[in-house]
């Protein structure tokens, strides 16, 4: 099932809440964690997807590192909200 199809699917099923059985909500929510857990990432446009590869070229990095370059773009502009790291799980993986 494609991922429109199943957005669609959820959707009829919160407009019919008060109808659906707890099983077929069971089902559905396993669907959307299923679906959720595969995501490789954002299908892009071939044209994007191309740029983004070329720009990783003439970088001579990874598009994994492209994807970092951005994110660090993205939080610097303020785009994105800037992720913190967390003292405590950094502590506690080095002991």
């Known amino acids: 099932m494609i991922r429109r199809s199943f957005a669609e699917e959820l959707e009829s099923a919160a407009d019919r809440i008060a109808d659906i059985t ?3 909500l069971q ?3 396993r669907r959307a964690a299923l679906l959720l857990r595969n995501v490789a990432g954002v299908p892009l446009e071939p044209a994007i997807a ?3 590869d070329s720009i990783a070229t003439e970088m001579g990095i990874g598009r994994s590192d492209l994807q970092i370059v ?3 773009w993205l939080e610097t502009n303020a785009y994105l909200p ?3 790291i967390d003292e ?3 502590t506690n993986g080095s002991a």
């Open 50 to 52: 191309d740029a983004l």
């Open 88 to 90: 405590e799980s950094e």
């Open 70 to 72: 951005l994110r660090e």
């Open 27 to 29: 089902v559905i929510l």
């Open 22 to 24: 707890r099983a077929v």
């Open 82 to 84: 800037v992720r913190t």
